[in-house]
T-cell receptor, first 112, second 115 residues
Framework: GEQVEQRPPHLSVREGDSAVITCTYT??????FFWYKQEPGASLQLLMK?????EINEGQGFTVLLNKKDKRLSLNLTAAHPGDSAAYFC???????????FGAGTKLSVKP | GALVYQYPRRTICKSGTSMRMECQAV??????VAWYRQSPQKTFELIAL?????????EQNFTQEKFPISHPNLSFSSMTVLNAYLEDRGLYLC???????????FGSGTRLLVI
């Protein structure tokens, strides 16, 4: 089945710096890709949903890149601020809409 | 919009007892419901996927005998943690998806503490 690896497990940056989190996946049928944010004690907040047909997606303060050839998905937070401190999870699902598989998560800390 | 409610939000049960949690979809028809567990400091492990008119599919390491799931209609699902022990503690999340939708809408989770 699908294997999703996420790196790094922990990331600490200064306010204003960028932060990059990367996931790799194994299933060539993967079609939908998601990034979620989880604040302490809370559930999941969807940051962005990416389809297999798009490679660069920009959100508010972040960019998601999809490299289908390398089976790699990345989240790049530009100019991180302390409010971005949280756990981030990637998730991947196949075209037939199986339930998404999550990466192990990255705990991001943004210091003032 | 599409919303998913889970309850209870938090619960405590004694070791060896059982706990039932519920998941309600509002604003759409939940054709598929996925249940996950996030153990402390870990990621979200898929427990099972329930699709209306299909058998519930459990992942390796999770069984119907331990985590029986009910999905009786297009707006509701429940899962029970039978004979809960310390290793069953964590955040249980349900995600629901409508026919033709590309992603799952997640609830806020049920946090289970076993004492």
């Amino acid at each position: 089945g699908e294997q999703v690896e996420q790196r790094p497990p922990h990331l600490s940056v200064r306010e204003g710096d960028s932060a990059v989190i990367t996931c790799t996946y194994t299933d060539p049928n993967s079609y939908y890709f998601f990034w979620y944010k989880q604040e302490p004690g809370a559930s999941l907040q969807l940051l962005m949903k990416v389809f297999s047909s798009t490679e660069i997606n920009e959100g508010q303060g972040f960019t998601v890149l999809l490299n289908k050839k390398d089976k790699r998905l990345s989240l790049n937070l530009t100019a991180a601020h302390p409010g971005d401190s949280a756990a981030y999870f990637c998730a991947v699902s196949a075209y037939n809409n199986n339930a998404p598989r999550f990466g192990a998560g990255t705990k991001l800390s943004v210091k003032p | 919009g599409a919303l998913v409610y889970q309850y209870p939000r938090r619960t405590i049960c004694k070791s060896g007892t059982s706990m039932r949690m519920e998941c309600q979809a509002v604003g759409f028809q939940a054709t598929s419901v996925a249940w996950y567990r996030q153990s402390p400091q870990k990621t979200f492990e898929l427990i099972a996927l329930s699709t209306v008119n299909s058998a519930i599919k459990y992942e390796q390491n999770f069984t119907q005998e331990k985590f029986p799931i009910s999905h009786p209609n297009l707006s509701f699902s429940s899962m029970t943690v039978l004979n809960a022990y310390l290793e069953d503690r964590g955040l249980y999340l349900c995600g629901a998806r409508g026919q033709g939708a590309s992603d799952y809408t997640f609830g806020s989770g049920t946090r289970l503490l076993v004492i």
